[in-house]
């Protein structure tokens, strides 16, 4: 009896697997701007998987660097309080939307805050090249080189 379940068991596992092999379907072209290719898409993750990503993403960072990452949500602006210097970012949230992550990323091109940018909690979709940075013994992450879009395309 065992033996038979223990056959059934690894059957039930196997055509499991084979259901998660790649997509065969052509990707479905945008209406916004091109973007270079996507290594880290975040934009078709549920809002639990995001969140995930992104936590990843800031504690191992050594994983994503180089590497071109797409991400939306509300806009958000950083301040720090002892220099006055800005932070720009995609907020992040997670499915209950009781905690949220910045992204921090660096627009390509000459902006200024705030004529340049989005309202503060507008709907953006932004890509960049994953990087760190230090800021005294500190290290950060960002996009750099980052291309904005307002609003969301599904």
């Known amino acids: 009896m065992k033996k038979i379940f223990c056959i059934l068991l690894t059957a039930v596992l196997l055509f499991c697997a084979a259901g998660c092999g790649a997509s065969t379907a052509a990707p ?12 880290v898409d975040l934009t078709h993750l549920s809002s639990t998987m ?6 990843n993403m800031l504690s191992a960072p050594e994983t994503y660097i180089g590497k071109t990452v797409m991400a939306q949500g509300p806009f ?14 995609v907020r992040i949230e997670d499915a209950t939307a009781c905690c949220a992550q910045g992204l921090e990323f660096v627009w390509a091109g000459e902006h200024s805050y705030p004529e340049d940018y989005p309202a503060v909690g507008t709907e953006i979709r932004i890509s960049g090249t994953f990087n760190t940075y230090m800021d005294g013994d500190q290290q950060y992450c960002h996009l750099e080189n980052a291309q904005m879009v307002l609003g969301t395309t599904e």
């Not at 995001?50 to 936590?55: A, G, I, L, Q, R």
């Not at 958000?76 to 970012?89: D, K």
């Open 50 to 55: 995001v969140y995930s990503e992104v936590y």
């Open 76 to 89: 958000a602006v950083y301040q720090n309080e002892e220099t006055g210097e800005r932070f720009f970012a």
């Open 28 to 39: 479905a072209e945008s209406t916004t701007e091109k973007v270079a290719a996507v290594d």
